[in-house]
Structure formats: C-alpha cells, structure tokens
C-alpha cells in the first residue's frame, strides 16, 4: 500500500501540465474508489454529502424508476399488433403476396417489346390493421357472409348477430387506433424524453459530484502522505478539490429538484389515462349497443326452437 501512495503521489507532483494533471487526478480518483470498493478506506476519511443531497438522489432514483418501470410495459403501444393473434402467420402470407406482387410488375415493366408473355400490373395487396378488435371485425365478417351465402341465410338469426358483431368491432378497431396514436404522441414520446433528458442530465450531475468527491479524497490522502516539500502544493490541491465538489453539488441539487419539480410526468400520465378513458368507453357503449341487438335475436330464436318442440 506504501507503494502505492508513494506512486499517488509522485504522479500528483508532476509538472507536465494540464493533461498529465488531468490524468493524474484521474488515477488517483479511480485508485480511490478501488479502495473504498475494497474497504481499505475508513468510514470517516470518507467525504460525507450534504443530507439535502442524498435525500434529493434517492428521490431521482424512484423517479428514473418509476419510469423505467412503467415504459418497460407501456412500449407495447408502439407497435399496433400487440394483441394481435395471428400476427406471424398473416405477416409471411402478406411477405409473399408482396414479393409475387413486385416479381409481376417487374415483369410487365420489363418484358414489353419481347415475344416472351407480358403479365398485366397487378396493384398492391392494402394493408390491414393488426389489432385484435380488426381481426374480430374482420372474422366477423367473413363468418356473417358464410351464413348469409346459404339458402335464406339473409333471414339468419346467427348472421344477423354476426353482422351487427362485426360492425361493432370496426367502430371499436378505430378508437383503438387512435387510443393507440394519442398514447404514442401525448405519454410515450414525451416520458421518453423526460427520461432521456432532465433525468440523465440530473444523473450525470451526480457522476460529476461522485468523481468530485472522489478526487478530494484522494487529495486528503496524498496530503497525508506528501513530503514536506510539496506539502503545500498538496495542500493547495486539497482546497481546490473541495470548492470543486462544492460547486459541483451545488449544481446536482439545482438540476435534481428541477427533475422532481417538473410537472410533466403527471401530464403525460394523464394522457395515458384519458387515450385508454376514452377507448374503454367508446368500446363499452358499442359493445352494450351491440349486446342489446344481439340478446333480442337470441331470446326469439330460443323461441321458435322452443315453438318447434311443442308441435
């Protein structure tokens, strides 16, 4: 360990010039935070922060947190297919009908004026949402038409309920839509960037003070163990570190209560809650609509299936 202070502080005596000091207080910080990594360095020859301060971290770090914690979740409204069951099967199928898609036009663009056959252009396949209340609208419909298809099928009570089924889920599909589009522009981009800016600069504020804290430590130390002669000089290093943390501190504090302050989490927390607000109701409000419809035809078929068992 000796050895090692001896070398400390022969490199904080060099004189060659700023980046050598530069580097020198690098080493010396760096060395000080393997130390105290290692327990090698006593409680109280450790620098203590102001109470303001640490109180003021721990408060930044459930705030980063709670960030963190609910993006990890709400990044699904990113991409529309979340709830989409089928998404990876219908995503080849469309992979291929647009490669046969370019494959044919490219042929009707390149084989005019030969004698080979010119295919006719063929226009693109129109992509469909991949939501789940679009692939219920879209089953819906498929499943309404193949009743409706059949004999007297248009009288169907079964088709009927799945046509005022289906038209429910595209009313639905839509305000999913834009509940998704709302939720990306008013909460997602803006507690991105609420993480991304005032948090991390708040962050690298509190690197700034620990690097600071680190190097006047390391200063303490090698004044301790300083020859004589650069006694002074090493004394002289100890008060600049210490009005280097301070400002430092200073200036972490200032940027920490500005992050806590700032009112736009709650803001974009709202706009999450009024985008989903306003999806559940127009949903329920169709779907209630919907249930009315569909409980009448259900109560007269069971109806007349009861009516042909009495004769």
């Keep these: 360990m000796d050895g090692w202070n001896k070398f400390q502080s022969s490199l904080s005596g060099l004189n060659l010039g700023q980046s050598a000091n530069k580097f020198a207080k690098g080493f ?21 922060l102001p109470q303001e301060y640490k109180d003021l971290e721990a408060r930044v770090d459930a705030l980063r947190q709670a960030h963190l914690a609910l993006l990890k979740v709400t990044k699904v409204y990113e991409n529309e297919s979340y709830d989409y069951p089928t998404q990876i099967q219908e995503s080849i199928s469309e992979l291929s009908t647009t490669i046969g898609h370019g494959i044919t036009n490219f042929a009707a663009t390149n ?20 939501t789940l209340p679009h692939a219920l609208g879209r089953a819906a419909t498929n499943a309404a038409a193949a009743v409706q298809r059949t004999p007297g099928g248009n009288e169907d009570k079964l088709g009927k309920a799945l046509t005022v089924y289906a038209d429910v889920f595209d009313n639905i599909a839509s305000a999913r839509v834009e509940q998704d589009e709302s939720i990306q522009s008013q909460y997602l ?57 301070v400002q430092k501190t200073e ?13 736009e989490p709650l803001k974009n927390l709202n706009e999450l809650v009024k985008a989903q607000l306003l999806y559940f109701a127009a949903a329920a409000e169709a779907l209630s609509s919907a249930q009315g419809e569909i409980e009448e035809l259900s109560v007269a078929a069971e109806g007349e299936y009861r009516k042909s068992r009495d004769h």
Excluded at 28 to 48: H, Y
């Design 28 to 48: 010396n910080s760096s060395f000080q935070a393997t130390k105290e990594r290692l327990g090698q360095v006593a409680p109280d020859e450790i620098t203590e």
């Design 111 to 130: 084989l005019k004026g030969t004698n080979l056959p010119t295919p006719s252009p063929v226009a693109p396949q129109v992509s469909q949402h991949k």
């Design 189 to 245: 981009r803006p507690w991105q960037t609420t993480l991304s800016t005032s948090i991390n600069v708040a962050m690298k504020a509190r690197q700034a003070v620990r690097v600071s804290r680190l190097e006047l430590d390391a200063a303490k130390q090698t004044l301790k163990t300083t020859s004589p002669v650069k006694q002074e000089q090493a004394r002289l290093d100890v008060e600049n570190a210490e009005d280097d943390l």
């Design 251 to 263: 200036v972490a504090i200032t940027l920490m209560k500005t992050v806590l302050e700032n009112p």
